[in-house]
């Protein structure tokens, strides 16, 4: 292949599909390179696609079976113990309507799927037998001419662009090469993420999750989850199966010596995920790195001239404990990326300064609007106090308050006076309650 391509995209996830969708849909020459056997066949996912995003990329996609598991009305936020759980339960038919507020996805279906109308959008541009999506290829290096990016390497090939789009993911190798990130990331800033697939009988899970049709649930925790490490669990409801997963902080971990799956274990045993796992087979075990959403891990620049990064290559993920968001970031991140090389290319300038338009675009999006807003919200989800002490507190309280005994009983303020003194500090509650109310 001598010619030179439009743009080459590295990574055939999320954000790398989105930008070859759009690349596709304004009649643009390009090559998509992926390592895996297939597009999805590396990618871990606990699962919800948070946003709409998805029906600009696949109009209608919910008159479709394929690619997308259900979608999001049921959504529960639980504080853990040892013995008991805390929930905050929100379930509405509002989110019954289309374009769904979220859908749950399995990556290795749902890339695989969102691959296919990539190469639909090919097979009706002008480039239907130029542009690409190629797989089983490692992209080995960025070859850089005179501070520009000019195409790649894999192997002993070179294949050449006007621009390059990185959609690498987390662990973000050639964004470290191209020199935009630094080449150490400290752990303090990444989480792994372990995740597993339990198989049900359909009727079991839709009986046992009161799910109707193809509406699902979406549950994350905090507290006992971890064991004490930093992090959180997520459960997510697929057609006949759970993804139960927990992220967990990468320092914490080595710092208290723990191992992810252990603490996994103990998660399953809690007696509240035990009864709603109970007669699952665990079909499917991943683990995959996770960035933990704080700015300062994100690489110091997007682009640079012939090149913009996008993604989670580009550390955009937000958890701020009401969901994990790195899909939607991913999804909306290829769009812009893509859009700026399709503009760019109608005068032929890929310069830094016609790339940074890229950096401009995602500046004005949701996705850095939100991480910039949300920043202190990231850092208290990492506060030992929000993560360990205020479960335990919440759930001594749920405990005194719902139980009914044949003896005088307290008022709720009493009650909640004795559990925070036996769990936490008016000091701490105090510093918590400032820096919440500074993060929401
Ligand atoms: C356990 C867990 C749970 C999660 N839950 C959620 C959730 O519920 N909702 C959510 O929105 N996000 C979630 N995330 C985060 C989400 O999965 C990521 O943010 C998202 O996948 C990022 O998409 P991406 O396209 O940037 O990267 P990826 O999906 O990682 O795709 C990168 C692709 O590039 C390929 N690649 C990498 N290097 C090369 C190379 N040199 N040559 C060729 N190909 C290459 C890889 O094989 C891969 O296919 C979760 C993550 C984990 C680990």
């Not at 209608?60 to 529960?76: L, P, S, V």
């Not at 195409?151 to 470290?176: C, M, Q, W």
């Not at 992810?260 to 809690?270: G, M, R, S, V």
């Not at 997007?302 to 009401?322: D, P, Q």
Request: charged share 25%; aromatic share 8%.
């Amino acid at each position: 292949m001598d010619e030179k391509f439009d743009c080459i995209i590295v990574g055939a996830g999320v954000a790398g599909l989105a930008a070859a969708m759009t690349l596709a849909r304004n009649n643009m020459k390009f090559l998509l390179i992926e390592k895996g056997e297939f597009p999805g066949s590396k990618n871990v996912s606990g699962g919800v696609l948070w946003g709409s995003d998805l029906a600009k990329l696949v109009p209608n996609y919910w008159e479709e079976d394929a690619g997308w598991d259900r979608f999001i009305n049921h959504r529960r936020l639980t504080f853990m113990d040892d013995q008991s759980t805390f929930s905050v339960d929100f379930k509405s038919s509002h989110f019954n309507q289309t374009p769904y507020t979220g859908v749950v996805v399995l990556r290795s279906k749902f890339d695989r799927w969102l691959a296919e109308k990539v190469e639909e959008a090919i097979a009706e541009s002008d480039y239907a037998m130029d542009s690409f999506i190629a797989t089983n290829i490692l992209v080995e290096e960025v070859l850089m001419e005179d501070g520009k990016a000019v195409g790649i390497r894999t192997g002993e090939e070179k294949f050449y662009a006007d621009s390059v789009i990185i959609a690498e993911g987390v662990n973000n190798l050639l964004t470290r090469q191209v020199g935009l990130q630094d080449s150490y990331v400290p752990a303090d800033h990444m989480l792994t993420g372990i995740k597993e697939i339990i198989r049900f009988d359909q009727n079991v899970l839709e009986d046992r999750f009161q799910l109707n049709g193809r509406s699902g649930m979406s549950n994350e925790f905090v507290g006992f989850a971890t064991d004490g490490v930093e992090g959180g669990g997520f459960l997510y409801t697929n057609k006949d199966t759970l993804s139960l997963g927990l992220v967990l902080g990468l320092k914490d971990l080595r710092e208290k010596g723990k191992k992810p799956y252990d603490i996994l274990n103990t998660f399953k045993k809690h007696p509240v995920i035990s009864d709603m796992i109970q007669g699952g087979e665990v079909v499917e075990y991943s683990a995959h790195i996770v960035s933990s959403g704080d700015k300062r891990v994100m690489p110091k620049k997007l682009h640079t001239h012939g090149l913009v990064v996008c993604g989670e290559a580009a550390n955009l993920l937000m958890n701020a404990g009401k969901a994990i968001q790195g899909m939607d970031y991913a999804m909306r991140s290829g769009i812009l990326a893509a859009e700026t090389i399709v503009e760019n290319k109608k005068t032929d300038d890929f310069s830094e300064s016609a790339m940074k338009k890229y950096q401009n675009r995602l500046d004005d999006s949701y996705v850095m609007k939100d991480i910039n807003n949300f920043q202190d919200a990231v850092h208290l989800l990492h506060d030992p106090v929000m993560t360990q002490k205020i479960p335990n507190l919440i759930c001594d309280f749920g405990r005194n308050f719902f139980s009914i005994k044949n003896e005088p009983t307290k008022k709720a303020r009493e009650m909640m006076s004795d559990s925070i003194k036996e769990h936490a500090s008016y000091w701490e509650l105090l510093k918590l309650g400032v820096k919440g109310g500074k993060a929401l």
